[in-house]
């Protein structure tokens, strides 16, 4: 099993940043890449971003290329997002994920970006 604790949602203002955090701990070993998604009210979970936890490799949808970064703290077993330039369009419950042999979902946090 592997858990996984969201931190850094909230509400902000066009054009700010926020950094989300995603603590994992248990069986994390089995894990080759951190995923972040997002949902949007009535719309479909999607793909925001993704790295592979042992060589880094990132990767963006084309609707955040550019204004988000993925990142890991390997000693920390976290991975974080931090999202810059956010835009109304951006509000969604934001989920970490850990991908392996099995999938393993955080809960979902709130974030909320005003016009």
């Known amino acids: 099993q592997v858990q996984l604790a969201e931190s850094g949602g909230g509400l902000v203002q066009a054009g700010g940043s926020l950094r989300l955090s995603c603590a994992a701990s248990?069986?994390?070993?089995?894990?080759?890449?951190m995923r972040w998604f997002r949902q949007a009210p009535g719309k479909e979970r999607e793909f925001v971003a993704s790295?592979?936890?042992?060589?880094?490799?990132?990767i963006y949808a084309g609707s955040v290329q550019g204004r988000f970064t993925i990142s890991r703290d390997i000693a920390k077993n976290t991975v974080y997002l931090q999202m810059n330039s956010l835009k109304p369009e951006d509000t969604a419950v934001y989920y970490c994920?850990?991908?392996?042999?099995?999938?393993?979902w955080g809960q979902g946090m709130q974030v909320t970006v005003s016009s």
């Open positions: 994920n850990a991908n392996g042999p099995i999938d393993y």
């Open positions: 248990g069986r994390t070993f089995s894990t080759i890449v």
């Open positions: 790295i592979n936890w042992r060589g880094g490799t990132e």
